[in-house]
């Protein structure tokens, strides 16, 4: 809203509700990508570990950041109530419950040679089925929820939770690389790493793909236009995310699959290194934007600019007049 309208200002989420969004992104994508590892055989055994201990502290920390934002714990309490006509509802109890299997397969894996015994294996078999299901929901559940806020053209789109959680599972996938990265930078590892660098890139170009389709769905409509073009503006989401989140990481990861299986370590780790932190911070520069230019639309009538608006304490809608420009 303009501050210059007799009305009450539209709140804008902040970072620490992005910061929230971003940590849960990155551990539901790092938990979908260990608990599939965990499938495939022993070879991907390491980036299964890893991905098992960045899924649940992100989760964790995560939820801090949103206790932080509500301001006290109680109302992260009273966020659960009402699931059945609460997305807020649902999506608290699906964070709890993925909050829950993340860490107790992340226990048993810690175990396994006693799991095992006990039958353990089929027990963590179960938990990273329902963890994928969980994982899914809790990336795609902050879409979900920007689309139910009906006021907000640029967010009630269904585009939006498969751009979270394509981003999601992209920041998962980096963040894996980089643990790999810092734990065993060894000439055995990038073997291993320069396939996750094949896929990394695959995921990027995906995800360049869903966030023009995105911002040319905003486009094609009257009222989330004015959102598509603010976002556009700001140098944050061009050169931060599309720039230093998109197009640097997918050259370097490109870079790091065609240099040759024996190449020099030393040269590839930074690259592989830069190149997960630059998409890891492209992840919460998306997020940040996209809630930052979520608005109300703003409607043109004889050369006066009207925004429906909400004055405290009233029930109904009431009309902010802008002057001209």
């Known amino acids: 809203m303009d501050p210059k309208v007799n009305g009450q200002l539209q709140r804008e989420w902040g970072w620490l509700i992005a910061t929230y969004l971003?940590?849960?992104g990155v551990g539901g994508g790092a938990y979908t990508i260990a608990a599939i590892n965990s499938f495939l055989g022993e070879s991907l055994e390491l980036s299964t570990t890893v991905g098992l201990w960045i899924a649940f502290p992100a989760l964790l920390v995560g939820t801090l950041f949103l206790i932080a934002d509500l301001g006290s714990p109680s109302r992260a309490v009273l966020a659960g109530m009402k699931p059945r006509t609460s997305w807020i509802a649902r999506g608290t109890w699906i964070i709890t419950i993925f909050m829950i299997l993340s860490f107790?397969?992340?226990i048993l894996h810690q175990f396994t040679t006693v799991g095992e015994a006990a039958g353990g294996a089929t027990a963590i078999n179960i938990i990273a089925v329902g963890g994928i299901v969980f994982a899914i929901g809790t990336m795609a559940y902050t879409g979900i929820l920007l689309g139910a806020s009906k006021g907000i053209p640029f967010w009630r789109t269904g585009v939006v939770p498969v751009v979270f959680v394509i981003s999601a599972v992209v920041t998962g996938h980096f963040a894996i690389m980089l643990g790999v990265t810092l734990l065993s930078n060894t000439a055995d590892t990038l073997v291993p790493l320069r396939t996750m660098a094949l896929e990394a890139a695959g995921l990027v170009i995906l995800e360049v793909l869903a966030i023009l389709?995105?911002?040319q769905a905003a486009f094609r409509q009257?009222?989330?236009?004015?959102?598509?073009e603010r976002i556009l503006r700001k140098r944050m989401?061009?050169?931060g995310y599309f720039v230093l989140g998109l197009a640097v990481p997918l050259i370097l990861m490109i870079v790091v699959y065609r240099s040759a299986p024996d190449a020099a370590a030393a040269g590839m780790?930074?690259?592989?290194t830069?190149?997960?932190?630059l998409g890891?911070?492209?992840?919460?520069i998306l997020r940040q934007a996209v809630l930052i230019c979520g608005a109300l639309p703003t409607l043109n009538m004889a050369g006066f600019e009207f925004r429906r608006i909400h004055r405290p304490k009233e029930p109904k809608p009431d009309i902010g007049m802008l002057p001209p420009q």
């Open 22 to 24: 971003f940590l849960g």
């Open 237 to 239: 989401f061009v050169i």
């Open 274 to 277: 830069i190149g997960a932190l």
């Open 269 to 272: 780790f930074p690259a592989i």
């Open 222 to 228: 009257p009222d989330p236009r004015e959102s598509a």
């Open 280 to 284: 890891l911070l492209g992840g919460l």
């Open 213 to 215: 389709f995105f911002l």
């Open 104 to 106: 107790l397969h992340l």
